[in-house]
């Protein structure tokens, strides 16, 4: 992937965050696969809460973190992993990838970076992390042809939430 592909978004606070969420879930369908990494605490769980509000799933969207999983109904069904206690690729495919990866399914898998190996060719990375100025600064990665040709529609739903100075690395 080029420097040129990746997006850098800022959100100002939690209601940007799922804004964020919300405006690349209206180019979601059944098959994709969202990886979130970065920094604990930088949103990754308020960014999934308002994908899954735009695609209309009408429970409350909680941190996976001690079931792995959950699931929802939503316009189509969401699955929402979170990887952090897992041990690597092997593990999650331990767990059946079409299972907690359905076809039928949008996948939002925190901590992706721990299972990237698992991960489908085509994936979407988003990678928080939080500036010195409590913004959080959100990359957009896509990995594989299917996120590469979409580029454009993936920059055109984000544009209003790019960065002003982008290319700040944060260690």
Not at 38 to 63: H, M, Y
Not at 96 to 104: K, M, Q, R, S, Y
Request: charged share 25%; proline share 6%.
């Amino acid at each position: 992937m080029s420097a040129a592909a990746e997006l850098v978004l800022e959100a100002v606070d939690e209601a940007t965050t799922k804004a964020v969420g919300a405006a690349l879930a209206r180019l979601l369908g059944a098959g994709d696969v969202v990886g979130l990494t970065g920094d604990l605490g930088a949103g990754k769980t308020r960014f999934v809460q308002g994908a899954a509000a735009a695609l209309e799933v009408e429970d409350p969207v909680v941190s996976p973190t001690f079931m792995l999983v959950r699931e929802y109904d939503g316009r189509v069904p969401v699955h929402h992993l979170d990887a952090y206690r897992l041990s690597g690729p092997a593990e999650l495919e331990d767990l059946g990838l079409d299972e907690v990866l359905p076809a039928d399914a949008v996948a939002f898998v925190e901590w992706a970076d721990r299972v990237a190996g698992a991960l489908p060719a085509s994936w979407l990375e988003l990678a928080f992390h939080t500036r010195p100025d409590e913004v959080r600064e959100i990359h957009v990665r896509p990995h594989g042809a299917g996120w590469a040709e979409r580029l454009p529609e993936l920059r055109s739903a984000l544009d209003r939430f790019r960065a002003r100075a982008p290319g700040r690395r944060l260690s």
